[in-house]
């Protein structure tokens, strides 16, 4: 926890196999005037390992519990909260169960089903997805380096990609194999309508796990939201560009 006690709460989650440490580019930004919350999953970054339940997190829904918990705990209201990835998935799941803790949802790089289904471009095949989970079940530190680079996007900046692989590595493969399955086998179109709270879609260019066109799902189809085209590129817009993404969510918010 950090910025002004007093301050609107905002609260940053990460996405698959990262940690809170990949929002330290956006919250500094915020900590000015607002209360700002970085957490990391149970599985993932410095959390308890020992609370890691297989059954309990075999559904995003158990993420979004650890989420509900931890405002009620905090007790935090009109919370704005910051999903990056998966984690905008988790975010309306944790507001359907508590909606009267929640202010905004700011969703960066959503998808709420990654497989395409008939018209539904998510942006992978069926086949696709079982390759790459195949892939990380053989090999996760070869999976990590060479999906990282990809996910990032910014060839241009080899640091970025390396600061991901790092990431992706330092999780439990057991972890990284379930919550991968959890996450690319999701299916939350049907939860998008039931959202009633001002929400902004970020969306990166070039990405290559939630394209354009599962981002506009996403805003078609939560009302009222508002969709911001990012210039920057990737998967990663808080390490890649946290100054376009913190002033696109300051905008918002204002």
Known sequence: MSGVPDGRPMVFAHGYGCDQNMWRFVVSDFEVDHRVVTFDHVGFGQS???????????????????????????????V???GHSVSAMIGVLAYLEAPERFGVLVMVGPSARYVDDGDYAGGFSREQIRELLDSLDANQLGW???????????????????????SFCRTSPDVA????????????????????????VLQCSQDVIAPES???YVHEHVLGSAFTQLAATGHCPNLSAPEETAAAIRAFLQ
């Open 48 to 78: 308890d390992l020992s609370a890691y339940d297989p059954v309990k997190y075999n559904s995003l829904r158990g993420y979004a519990a650890d989420v509900v918990e931890m405002l009620r705990e905090l007790e935090l209201t009109d």
């Open 80 to 82: 704005v909260f910051v």
């Open 144 to 166: 990590s380096a060479a999906m990282a680079p990809a996910i990032m996007g910014n060839p241009d900046r080899p640091e970025l990609a390396a600061e991901l692989t790092n």
């Open 177 to 200: 194999r379930q919550f991968a399955r959890v996450s690319f086998l999701s299916d939350n179109r049907a939860d998008l309508p039931r959202v009633q709270v001002p929400t902004l």
């Open 214 to 216: 599962a981002g506009r």
